[in-house]
């Protein structure tokens, strides 16, 4: 562990994320990670970056820079004082990566080389991640069954994409439960609605989330008589038979149909209205 003053340089004057002297840190070599957080803060609290050259940045003795987008996203600030100290892959490697898209299609090959081309390197919580023209986003990392802002991606993590623009099919069955009463003196649909649907909407805002979303009611009625001529001729071709060989037929109301809301609390008063 090294002690050195902070310097913060843009993206137009290097490409690099830390620029050093490779006098002040003779045992670091390339591809090395190394850890960077406050003097005055905890050792959790760091910044993960990889050294991907050994070049000079014509620096001041016991100096570094790291690029401004980094440094804001880790709340590090110029001529404070850090510490720098080698870390090994194992120690900081992900349990879980997860990436999210919006308004893109990415195939199934475009997720396999997007691992690849990110294996055995840094990431960070809100980073952009170009590739191939696909606009990517880290939205969470895991390790250790925690939650980290930086990591090092090996072949045991998990890679997972999310889309916020899928199209998502929420089926509500309408059993003659969802007229019965629970323990509080809740209706089963009122829980279904103010519950569930309304807890889902309200993180799919929080998100950000534009899903195509279709919701549909659907109900089983069961027949008593067995006889299907006892039904008009207009719904026999409705009409089959279960299991037990009872008559019965599906009934289905499709609230929405592949509706884009960026809001969709509006639905859970017409769903409240269908219901009534």
């Not at 990670?33 to 993960?48: T, Y």
């Not at 840094?122 to 952009?128: F, L, N, P, S």
């Not at 009934?251 to 884009?260: A, G, I, P, S």
Request: proline share 1%; aromatic share 14%.
């Amino acid at each position: 562990m090294k002690q050195f003053k902070l310097k913060i340089h843009q993206q137009n004057y290097s490409d690099a994320l830390l620029i050093f002297n490779t006098s002040d840190l003779p045992d670091v070599k390339t591809f090395d990670l190394l850890k960077i957080h406050h003097c005055n803060g905890s050792a959790n609290d760091f910044v993960l970056v990889q050294v991907i050259s050994l070049k000079d940045g014509e620096m001041a003795k016991d100096t570094i820079s790291i690029e401004a987008t980094l440094a804001q996203s880790f709340g590090l600030k110029v001529f404070q004082d850090v510490y720098v100290y080698k870390t090994e892959p194992e120690d900081v490697a992900l349990d879980l990566f997860e990436v999210s898209f919006k308004d893109q299609y990415i195939s199934r090959s475009d997720m396999w080389r997007m691992k690849k081309t990110f294996l055995n390197s840094c990431v960070y919580i809100d980073q952009y991640l170009p590739f191939s023209g696909i606009r990517a986003q880290v939205s969470e990392l895991w390790s250790n069954s925690m939650k980290v802002r930086c990591g090092y991606i090996t072949d045991n993590t998990n890679f997972v994409l999310r889309s916020y623009t899928a199209e998502v099919y929420v089926f509500i069955q309408m059993s003659s439960e969802m007229w019965e009463y629970d323990a509080y003196g809740y209706l089963q649909f009122e829980r279904a609605i103010n519950g569930f649907l309304k807890a889902l909407f309200k993180k799919w805002k929080q998100k950000k989330c534009c899903h195509e979303l279709t919701l549909v009611l659907f109900s089983r009625t069961l027949y008593e008589t067995q006889d299907i001529e006892d039904f008009p001729i207009h719904l026999r071709d409705c009409l089959r038979r279960n299991y037990q060989n009872q008559l019965y037929m599906d009934f289905y109301k499709c609230v929405v149909q592949t509706e884009r809301l960026e809001d969709c609390t509006s639905l859970i008063t017409t769903l409240k209205r269908l219901f009534n």
